[in-house]
């Protein structure tokens, strides 16, 4: 029995790597198998964060189906683990945010996690459609896909389900000031690029068949669209559409005495001027409009309630519903 988190971390990253070695891939941590049918080229990422371990197992039981023959697949297919130093040691990142370090336009510090972003960044150039496992820091009531709105990308996520919340947001709004995301990175040669927000951070069954079941549907429309022509505007019409939601208020996080009350996860429903915790006068912070809650945050504190540096940017985000469907957003 694998008791801890450790434990299975260790486990799982042995299996990899032992079946990576038989394969000889180029980029560090990284399996692909080619099965040279058509050109098409999917890339699965997990670990991109380091304590978001939920779909390392996924991943694992994918590689060995395909090689076992359980799956079939034509094409080229990678599994990326993105920030192995930061699993590790059970935490998002080391120096800096892994997926704020990507792109040609960089200008942050040369960190070691902008330094595996170079390493990654060649294989992602080559992908047709990327889809990169994130989980949240609290647990979520359920899983949701998160990415600037670009047609394919949306027809892609909502052909192989997973989620039914797409939070979205209109093409050229930067997710963050910082630097780009993996995702982002790929849309940015026109390919698609989805992230997909799996539950808490963490190991959980929930996490782990999400992922594999949307991991074997891509494949299956990769083959059907590279071999056979399919389109996937009409395959992802087997599936209802999506809730969109986009982000309409972030509360800034700029005093490390500001805090949230306990007990928020993601999508829980906030009502206007509801209490949701405090501000840096210990006053009562309210919300500012109806909304779902993202992202709530609950760093650790010293003994004077000051919470630790660095301070995120928010403290939580709001997501309300779209006024119409993101696909008549003008540029996208
Ligand atoms: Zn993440």
Redesign the pocket.
């Known amino acids: 029995m694998l008791q801890t988190k450790k434990e299975k971390l260790e486990y799982y990253l042995n299996a990899f790597y032992s079946l990576g070695e038989k394969l000889n891939s180029q980029t560090p941590h990284t399996i692909s198998l080619n099965y040279n049918k058509h050109k098409g080229h999917i890339i699965f990422a997990c670990l991109?964060?380091g304590n978001?371990t939920g779909t390392l197992p996924a991943i694992l039981k994918c590689i060995k189906k395909l090689m076992n023959k359980e799956i079939h697949f034509g094409g080229k297919v990678s599994f990326l683990l993105g920030n192995i130093e930061a699993a590790k040691k059970g935490v998002r990142y080391l120096e800096s945010d892994l997926?704020r370090c990507f792109g040609n336009n960089y200008v942050g510090k040369e960190t070691q996690e902008r330094k595996r972003a170079l390493e990654i960044m060649p294989i992602l150039k080559t992908a047709d459609v990327f889809i990169d496992f994130?989980?949240t820091i609290m647990p979520s009531l359920k899983p949701f896909y998160i990415f600037e709105m670009n047609r394919e990308s949306y027809f892609w996520a909502r052909a192989t389900g997973g989620a039914t919340t797409l939070v979205t947001r209109k093409k050229g709004a930067q997710f963050s000031s910082a630097g780009m995301c993996s995702d982002e990175y790929v849309r940015s040669f026109q390919k698609v690029g989805l992230t997909l927000e799996l539950g808490e951070q963490g190991f959980s069954h929930e996490a782990e068949s999400l992922a594999f079941e949307v991991m074997k549907r891509a494949l299956k429309y990769m083959d059907q669209i590279y071999l056979n022509n399919f389109s996937i505007e009409k395959l992802c019409k087997k599936n209802n559409d999506f809730e969109f939601l986009s982000i309409t208020y972030r509360e800034p996080f700029e005093s490390p005495k500001k805090r949230l009350n306990e007990g928020f996860c993601n999508f829980h429903k906030i009502s206007k001027n509801m209490v949701v915790g405090s501000d840096q006068l210990q006053n009562p912070l309210e919300s500012p409009k109806e909304g779902y809650i993202l992202f709530p945050k609950y760093p650790l504190r010293n003994q004077d309630g000051e919470a630790e540096l660095p301070l995120p940017g928010e403290i939580y985000v709001l997501a309300t519903p779209t006024t119409e469907h993101p696909l008549n957003w003008q540029q996208i």
């Open positions: 991109i964060h978001e997926n994130h989980q």
